[in-house]
Structure formats: C-alpha cells, structure tokens
C-alpha cells in the first residue's frame, strides 16, 4: 500500500505545483513553451504509468458483485470522458484547463466549461463500476476527486485572470456537464470538437473490439458478457 500512496503522491505534486501561474511560468521563461510541455506530459505519463504499475500490485479485494450493466455505465462513461479530454486539450479555452492559448472558449464550452477535468472524473468513475474493488475505488476514485476538486480553483483563476470579460466568456456555459443545453442553448460544434470525437470513437473500438485493452492492461472488458 506503501508503494502506491507514494505513486498517488508524486502524481498529485506533479499536477498541483505547476498549476501554480507563478511556477509555471517561471519554467516556461526559463525552458520555453514547447520543452516545458513535452517535458510536463512524458513525467504525467511516467507518473500515470508507476501510479497504475503501483495500484496492479495491491491485492484484489471484491467490494460487490459484477453484473453486465456494471459494465455498461463504464462504456458510456469511460469514452464520453475521454472525448471531453481530448476535446478539452484540442481546443481553446482561455476559462479552464487547455492547452491552446486564445481569447475565445471552443465548442466544448457548449457541453460544460471545464471538459478536461470532467473528462477525468467520467472515465475515472466509470471504471470503478466495472471493477467493483477496493484498489479501483482508491485509485480512480482518487482521480476523480482529484480532477473536481481543481474546478473551484481553476474557475477563481480565470475569473481574477480575465476580470469583466470572465462574464461574457461563461455566459454561456456552465460549470456542470449539459445544464446550458437543458436550459435551450445550442450545442455548437467546431473542428477539434469533430475530430475529437472521431479519435475518441477510434480509441474505443480499438480498446474493446481491437485488443487494445487487453494489450495495455491485461483485462478484456467484454469479457463479463462471454
């Protein structure tokens, strides 16, 4: 268990500290733009990779049965998610986490203003059903909580960021997933939102129909239908 809280912890270090404006951009002047982020997303993936390595080693301890709908919440979680996280960091979003920088939100705003931390938390969650195990609450549950709990930090930046304009720029989205639309916006759809979604599409039928699950994590997640 050791192991594990210690992969938690650098994984979380790694993703609070350089959120810090004053850090980041410290790196950034000193490193540049395009070095700081290729350096920031191999350490994520190392850190992602020791932190599943870590959680894979602890014992397996059943906390309910699994049934087939367990894992159908997960294939309707797990690729929404993972489409609003690719969307989120394809797209510009000067009011959340994104990695373009512009003046202007995305399409995605039309679905909610933060994609790529509820994105997180969608594809976290819906693996926690499926699993139906201690390990997977502590470690996907982490990550969920992990990536909500930024929201309010992340929405008191921006709004102190772009001061009057933070109004016009929300306006029209909201925190929580689809509330704009339940109150008759439109959703609006753009270039990174297509493309996304076809990638996030090509992504899941790979990892369920192609293999790629197995491969990357030794388990077929259709396997609880045979």
Partial sequence: MIPFFA????FLILHSIPAVPSVRSG???????????????AASVVALAW?????LSLDYVP??????????????????GGFLVLTGLASSNPLSVAIRSSNQPGAIVSICRHPVLWGFAFWALGHIAANGDLRSVLLFGGLATFSLSAIP???????????????TLSAKTSILPF?????GEGLAIDMPMAISAAVA?????WLLFGGGHALLFGADPIAIFG
């Fill in 153 to 167: 930090m992340i929405e008191k930046r921006a709004k102190r960021r772009l001061g009057d304009r933070w109004q």
């Fill in 201 to 205: 599409a090509g992504l899941t039928v």
């Fill in 179 to 183: 509330r704009t639309l339940l109150k």
């Fill in 63 to 80: 906390l309910w049965d699994l049934a087939p709908w367990h894992a159908v919440v997960t294939f309707v979680l797990a690729p929404f």
């Fill in 51 to 55: 932190l599943f390595s870590t959680a």
């Fill in 7 to 10: 992969a938690f912890s650098v």
């Fill in 27 to 41: 790196i950034i002047a000193r490193i540049g733009r395009p070095t700081y982020f290729l350096t920031y997303s």
